[in-house]
């Protein structure tokens, strides 16, 4: 994203124009409350002091995908406004597994693992955004030093049917699968984060709206003002069913080739368009209505959809790498050719199963995902297609494995 100049909160945020004028509250999902923002923010106006806005950043995965970039965008429209970015890395609650959303209990990740995660996330999250307003804080600081008597003293600030009300404790409750005592603890902790650094404000995805008013009731019985809760929508992935993740394999991160962020892009369904603009580019919602129009008027959707495409990796490359994409997409795509480069992978002489190929080769990120693409027919080799789990592939000269509409891999004897 582009650079900005330092501003003070008393310049960026003149009641002149007001809460409802600014971009702040543009695509959120939720919010409690404006009344108390605006409040924040004037408060904050008159005395020059920038707000410390959270976001909690996942421990569970080494790379920033559109989905988490969707809040980490806001966060820079706070920071544009004259606000700190405070941003927590779970490596203590990571240890727990965050039960948000999931049908079952997640895996807990080693301290090993988190710090190579958070190393990766350091190196990407200043594509979005501005170095100089943002503080790094690890959760361990003020978590792992807690005994068992502070630990019972912070359970003993909420109780269990609150945390019982979220639904997917009642879902997996009524279904008799296990909640462990490890995961009724993770919204505490989570929420004492925001206690430990002041909060004023906290961000997330739609998922974590309970979690984040944990940390709002926690704040009040630390004797703090509650922090104001910002949900911004979860973004769906190239599946078009599940929300975008790398769990689900149907993610575009923000640092993947240019080429291949295009190509992910183009197979979006169409009526998830508008949306990805809204949620995912700088464009004011006066293009977005024409858009509509556009699609509305019968033109056709691919037209749109690649200037989707440009104004993403524009975003997290370059206008240049934004156009070179998309003519390699069209030669690729619309005259069936192959691209002029694409990565190899050497073949040993006794051959190898199909599906240790894709996966092995990182074109798919599960064996379970590469059959499900046998099974749709989307993996082919030298145009033929590939329908057979138990396949051995050899080659005697070079060949090209193409698996969905975008990738694409050089096999080499």
């Known amino acids: 994203m582009p650079s900005a100049e330092r501003q003070t909160p008393n310049e960026k945020a003149s009641s002149e124009f007001g809460l409802r004028n600014s971009n702040l509250l543009r695509g959120i999902d939720r919010l409690e409350t404006e009344a108390e923002l605006a409040t924040k923010l004037e408060k904050s106006q008159k005395t020059g002091k920038p707000l410390r806005v959270k976001l909690g950043i996942d421990a569970s995965g080494p790379d920033i995908h559109l989905g988490f970039a969707v809040p980490l965008r806001k966060l820079r429209q706070f920071q544009d406004a004259g606000h700190l970015a405070v941003l927590i890395i779970g490596d203590f609650t990571g240890s727990i597994g965050d039960p948000s959303g999931r049908s079952k209990t997640r895996p807990q990740l080693t301290d090993e693992q988190i710090q190579a995660n958070m190393e990766r996330y350091k190196e990407q999250v200043y594509k979005i955004l501005l170095p100089d307003r943002c503080e790094f804080r690890y959760n361990s600081e003020w978590s792992k030093p807690m005994g068992g008597a502070d630990i019972i003293k912070l359970a003993a600030k909420y109780t269990v049917a609150r945390l019982i009300e979220r639904e997917d ?152 790498a934004a156009g070179e994409a998309a003519a390699e997409f069209d030669r690729v795509f619309r005259d069936k050719q192959v691209p002029d480069e694409m990565p190899e992978f050497k073949i040993p002489a006794a051959g190898v199963n199909i599906i240790d190929l894709v996966v092995t080769a990182g074109l798919l990120p599960s064996k379970t995902e590469a059959r499900r693409k046998l099974v749709e027919g989307a993996i082919y080799l030298d145009s033929q297609r590939l329908t057979d789990a138990a396949a051995l592939v050899k080659v005697t000269v070079p060949a090209v494995l193409k698996v969905g509409k975008h990738r694409f891999l050089r096999l080499v004897p």
């Not at 078009?240 to 962020?261: A, H, L």
């Not at 977005?288 to 056709?300: C, D, V």
Request: proline residues 5%.
């Open 169 to 320: 404790f009642k879902k997996r409750l009524a279904a008799g699968d296990p909640i462990h005592v490890h995961e009724l603890l993770y919204p505490l902790f989570q929420g004492y984060d925001s206690v430990a650094v002041k909060a004023d404000i906290e961000l997330g995805g739609a998922d974590q709206y309970w979690n984040l008013l944990v940390g709002r009731e926690l704040q009040r019985e630390f004797g703090q003002e509650p922090q104001v809760v910002l949900t911004m929508p979860l973004l769906v992935g190239l599946d078009g069913v599940q929300k975008m993740s790398k769990s689900y394999g149907n993610y575009v991160g923000i640092t993947e080739p240019p080429r291949e962020m295009f190509g992910k892009l183009m197979s979006i369904a169409d009526a998830m368009m508008l949306d990805y603009f809204r949620l995912c580019t700088e464009r004011p919602e006066a293009d977005i209505a024409e858009f509509q129009k556009r699609l509305s008027s019968g033109e056709n959707p691919r037209n749109i959809k690649v200037e989707l495409a440009k104004d993403v990796i524009t975003l997290y490359h370059s206008r240049a």
